[in-house]
């Protein structure tokens, strides 16, 4: 694949991507002055860019940057809400102005989509034979039998095991990962010259990420098709597209070939972008990280402030016994972080449930702060809350919308019937400072909240009781880059300032490196691995652990291996 | 999977069977501790001229000196073979008189079931894609419109235009293809409405969802869009609202029946009630009971069919795979 690629980029022309130079190719797509409003706000102003035949270019920046909405505007799916003014050109032909029933025979034929959500972009009801059907009916192919084989050879070609079983199959009941293989193999199978991919790997795990990745970049070598690919991780973006064009408030920051852009970028914005990925910036935060260490050591010693000692939890699913943890075992030393990594399924979730006590181990023991977890009732159970918290993944489901940030942060201290009245306002106010939100947010509802401040909110909610174990359950998986970056630094001062101990429960693990000191590496409930997290990374043992590092994106193409020293370099620059 | 969806409909039915047998018993009861005595009360009628001989022994030959609980199951029985016993007016089985005013009345209330769904799913597929300069908020409100309007005012106006105005049918003539046609216009309308408002709100909902973005970007064109894509997942809900509608069809037959003159059941519950006629009373509730249950029997039955995520009750359960690769959207996907 590395060499391919190398191949690729050295045969193409090396011409500037911004300035067109006279007797060229025509490029298959070509944005010209290309402006996007929904009703008065224009959320996309001014974007020019072009995509040359066989190329692969990234559009990259935050959510609300106006990545998506130029890709609908290019695929003419704007919802009817939104207008688009300018010239779009798709092999020289300007499809912007023409009339929907003119656009029509490129859709699918010509122009490929494949959205971001696999779990939402295919008919709920309905067979994915039959919604392939759909896309094999673009080809000329009057017969039946014939455009079924090669809806499964497609499906074999996307990496789909079984065809058969999927073509019979209804979307719920494949994977994420399998349905995204389904989508990219309907986008492909008529054969377009073009692929419009929305942040395909968005909703997926990190190895199945890397897979679907991989997956992407061998079908555009393979059939030629030019990529356009939506992210906003800049990592994925360099390691996958010829060229590269920033986006920040609609309006283009920077733009060029991916290896000028990535290693050279002009604008503060796209070096504050390749500043936030983790992949990228591994000791970033090592001088905040390891302050918390040496306090550590200085102090009273390293008391285990977690002890979980030989945990098994089975559950019954339709009489088949299923065993979701598997003799668990790790301590935490007080003010440190100890990540639990691994893949959707491996466990993770039911590992939080039962230390949090909210369910009980069949056997094995939970202490936190040498108060027993493990077989205590859930009234019991309440004065070790006080001590022991959880900040949920996602601050898009985890806040009540009706109520406001005061009320959210206030009622935990409600709850345990803290203090008066008036100490309590001080405690919510200091919690948010504490987080880094104003006081003018205290009558505000989540609603009118980012998902930065949410997920801020959030944790104020976890900090108002002055717990010393925080569990953070992916806290930022639902979250940008760059806000992530925002919450793992508020996360770590906060870990500094108040001797927190954290469990930090994550599928990425370029974050783990970035923040924890201990990690366990945790597959089919079992820990494959575990160590010191400088430890685990720099010497895998395990082939699980190597196959999760290797998923990271690392920003170079081909490269699989992290921390890349340059990168480092180049980062540490900033 | 076949096999759990068979054992689903065959709990399914016997419990529709339950409902209906249980209905039965129910009005019987009912109608046994009313004050006052129909029967006798019929027969005792100087009209009739029984001697008090005659009563006794018409009493003792329908077993109506008996104790309620033997005259229930003798009636049950009767009822489970098919026999719903005498008229006390005509002195004729009950069945005959049913079977000579049931097809007209299926045959008006079948005719109004497909209008309304015709009416309900073009108002729908316009709210879609009519553009919005050709009135596609006008399309918007003519659900409510109809329902405001009652379906008799509708059936007067009905007459009034296609059979005076317009000379389409002969008042005179209630069963004749168009007289038919727009009786059973005049009862759909208002059926559509309520078919129209849940379908419109759906297909609102479907039309924004991703899958039918994709589905445009494979280069479907409106028509497939609607009929292929967006028509299943949002006829979902309508199945349960189409099941109590069919309640709408049977109540509004009795008035369209009687504006546009026509006989059927409407007009035999007319005469019975205002003659006491008790078997014919009791028969015409059962049937009803049936008619609901069946129904609500089927919209059960379809339900299942139509979308592949419900899990049926008593078979085994549908489970997400978790082969090749799994990931967070399939929680999602089966959550939602």
Redesign the interface.
Known sequence: MASHDRLTTNTLTRAELVAPVPLRPIPLLRVNGLSVSYGPNEVVTNAEFELGRGESLALIGESGSGKSTIARAVLRLLPSSGHATGRVAFDGQEVLGISERGFRPLRGRAIGFVPQDPAHALNPVRTIGAQAHEAAALLDEPDRAVRKRLILETFAEVGLDNARRVYDSYPHQLSGGMLQRVLIGLAILPRPTLLVADEPTSALDVTIQKRILDLLTRLQHDLKISLLLITHDLAIAAERANALVVLKDGIIQEAGRTASVFAAPASAYARKLRADVPALNPDRYAALRDTGIRALKTGAGATPKIKVSAVTKTFTVDGKTLTAVDDLSFTVPAGTTHALVGESGSGKTTAVRLLLGLEQPDTGTISVADEQITGRSPDELRSVWRHLQLVYQNPFTSLDPTWTVEHLVREPLDRFGIGTRKERDERVREALADVGLGEHLLSRKPQALSGGQRQRVAIARSLVLKPDVIVLDEPTSALDVSVQADIVEVLLSLQVNLGLTYVFVSHDLALVRQLAHTVSVIQRGRIVEHGAVTEIFDNPRQPYTRSLLASIPSGVAGAAHLPHPRLRQLATAD | MRGAYLSYAAKRLTQAIVVILLTYVFTFVVVSILPGDPITNVLRDPQNGFTEDEIKAIVAAQGLDQPIPVQLWTSLSHFVTGDLGLSMRSNRPVTTLIAEVLPSTLILASAAFVIALLLAVTIGYGTQFLPKRFGQGLLRGLPSLFLSVPNFVIGLALIHIFGFQLGLFRVIAPNSFWATLFAAVALGIPVSARIAEVLIANLDNES????A?????????QM?LFA??LL??SS?PVVTVIALAIGELLGGSLITETVFGRTGIGSLVQRSVSTQDLPVLQAVVSLAAVVFVLVNLIADLVYPL????VKLIGG???????????????????T?
Do not use: C, I, N
């Not at chain 2, 924004?208 to 899958?211: D, L």
């Not at chain 2, 973005?213 to 064109?221: C, S």
């Not at chain 2, 139509?306 to 995520?309: G, T």
């Open positions: 924004e969802q991703e899958y973005a994709v589905a445009r970007g494979r280069g479907l064109g497939r292929k894509h299943k997942p979902l139509l979308d592949p995520r085994p359960k549908y489970r997400p795979t978790t082969a090749d690769d799994s990931s967070t959207a399939t929680s999602q996907a089966v939602s």
